[in-house]
């Protein structure tokens, strides 16, 4: 079933996962979009760095949480994008080897125009000892169901 | 010469580019994160999508211009990442074949704790029409000189 901005309520809590985190995807993201070493090099972030080792780059953790929320709802769901997220924030370091899992929580809903509406919605993102990594609030344009 | 907390001018404007947004690379990195189909199916959102054609994943575009930040700045700083980003807005869909440079602001400083303090910079990045598709304001984690 499509789900439209009708469909949505608010409250309704999911969640989903896992993705695991490989050493090879966090150093490739890192090299292309975010290479900074603590990102890119695993010799010198275990000596230097305070994380005690190289971690994700925190667009790739955001990536990843999207992967899973395309996954457990986009999919399915009537939008055509987002106009963009409030409070995103890196909470706990991403590391190699972590699994993550998401939860999202439908806060808000706002008619913006006769054709769509607004969904605003917290995203959480766990790693496997259920620690939140990554918190944002995203505000999604879902369509409206022309039929009513 | 690398740059502290202290070196960091409020009010100062730096501004980088070129990034040169192409089809496969939007293509490749909404499959993997981003799989929603006006992101990965061309023909379909040639047909369908409000947007005329593919556009890049919003993601894709944060990435992007944090690319285009290491390149500008944060490769010579003194940061251990950030805590977070505010007011992230998607203005006006990525295409394959732009070109995207970045204007970064410094906004405000806080100092933080006696090693380190945050620095507020408002992102904005622009096609080649000069127009803005996407800003944010980030919160970066700036060391502070230990000789100081």
Redo the contacts between chains.
């Keep these: 079933m499509t789900v439209y901005y009708e469909d949505v309520e608010v409250g309704t809590v999911e969640a989903h996962g896992d993705y695991e985190v490989t050493r090879e995807e966090v150093l490739s993201?890192a090299q292309?979009?975010?290479?900074?070493w603590?990102h890119t090099d695993p010799d010198r972030a275990a000596e230097e760095?305070?994380?005690g080792g190289v971690?994700a780059?925190?667009?790739h953790t955001?990536?990843?949480t999207?992967?899973l929320l395309?996954e457990s709802q986009?999919?399915d769901a009537a939008?055509?994008?987002?106009?963009?997220?409030?409070?995103?924030?890196?909470l706990v370091p991403v590391r190699p080897g972590d699994t993550l899992r998401i939860e999202n929580e439908v806060l808000e809903k706002v008619p913006e125009r006769p054709e769509r509406g607004l969904v605003r919605a917290r995203t959480r993102t766990y790693n496997q000892d259920d620690e939140a990594v990554f918190s944002m609030i995203g505000n999604v344009m879902y369509l409206r169901r022309s039929d009513e």
Tied chains: 1, 2.
């Design positions: 993201f292309q979009y975010d290479p900074q603590f760095s305070p994380y971690i780059s925190g667009w955001a990536a990843m999207m992967r395309v986009l999919a939008t055509v994008g987002a106009k963009g997220v409030d409070e995103l924030r890196w």
